[in-house]
């Protein structure tokens, strides 16, 4: 019997898929034998010759147009399992994690908890938890101080990103002395906005570069078999590239057209959240990649940095 089922949206990169399989090899045969894999793509030849190499798991290649907003759409007819994960192409999570999901499903069953997922690096809030437990103390001040450098307003970083001015937000970069994530996260929850999503990894574009450099020098922790906890917050905003959730409660939200603000996803899930004063459970010390935010990639960065992880990583 299935109880996940993993929605993949691959859009102009498949070739990422390749590193994706990899990790989804190596799971558990126990938890495979749960897992369904529905990949949401315009190129489903690719996908026929790729899934190739992911023994175990049964995969279904769903032929959808291209977009991003009409592949969301066509998933709240596909969720069969009890359980549903959303996954973006550009987005690496080891075996070990997956495994980790799939022996604590359970804790979605309380109604109290909305998702459970990942330290994604670049993530909000999962950035700030990703730097502060994956480096070391050196590395986490070459980041700091690339935050320090961010402004909103200067070096061609809008001030008025998604229709909201946030310059004021300089105060706690080029304005302090020092880096303070958490203080970032509780001022950027109450802007008055439905985007909430602010961050110099997110807005940025050295920042994320520093950020993926460091990673590079230090890719081990990414693969190794950590020892997970989970990390429960309330009231904070998500940047939801990658988490679980039942499925039940993912199609109503996903159905729901007073939780929207535009055509993306991202707001109906935080406003959700927040009208029911639900958790968010993050996986401490589940490290995973996101490469990289459209906000801020330049031609060529964001495969750069995935054919120099995949060499790390795939040996």
């Known amino acids: 019997m299935k109880d996940l089922t993993i929605h993949y949206l691959p859009h102009t990169r498949p070739h990422y898929s390749e590193l994706l399989f990899h990790y989804m090899d190596k ?15 315009d190129n489903p030849v690719f996908f026929i010759g790729a899934v190739n190499s992911l023994r175990g798991v049964q995969v279904e290649i769903i032929h959808t147009a291209p977009h991003y907003q009409y592949k969301i759409g066509v998933i709240k007819d596909k969720c069969e399992t009890k359980y549903s994960m959303k996954l973006d192409e550009d987005v690496f999570i080891s075996n070990h994690i997956f495994d980790y999901i799939m022996e604590n499903l359970q804790l979605l069953d309380n109604p109290d908890n909305l998702i459970l997922a990942p330290i994604l690096s670049c993530g909000i809030p999962t950035g700030e938890y990703f730097i502060n437990d994956y480096f070391g103390e050196p590395e986490r001040e070459e980041i700091h101080k690339t935050f320090l450098e961010f402004g909103f307003g200067e070096n061609g970083v809008p001030e008025n990103p998604w229709g909201c001015n946030v310059r004021y937000l300089n105060k706690l970069t080029r304005g302090a002395e020092k880096w303070d994530g958490m203080k970032w996260l509780e001022e950027t929850n109450d802007i008055a906005h439905h985007y909430k999503g602010y961050h110099p990894l997110r807005n ?13 020098k230090n890719p081990d922790k990414l693969s190794t078999n950590n020892e997970y906890g989970l990390i429960s ?15 039940d409660t993912w199609v109503k939200i996903l159905c729901d057209e007073s939780l929207y603000r535009d055509i993306f996803d991202e ?20 490290f995973a990649v996101h490469t990289m935010y459209n906000t801020n990639v330049r031609p060529g960065d964001d495969n750069a940095f995935f054919n120099e992880l995949k060499k790390l990583i795939i040996k």
Do not use: C, W
């Open 27 to 41: 799971i558990k045969d126990s938890n495979k034998d749960r897992i369904k894999l529905n990949i949401y793509t």
């Open 204 to 216: 940025g574009y050295a920042t994320h570069k520093k950020l993926n450099e460091l990673i590079l």
């Open 233 to 247: 917050l309330k009231n904070r905003y998500y940047t939801n590239s990658a988490f679980v959730i039942k499925s």
């Open 267 to 286: 707001v109906p899930l935080n406003l959700y959240m927040q009208i029911n004063n639900l958790n968010y459970l993050f996986i401490k010390n589940g």
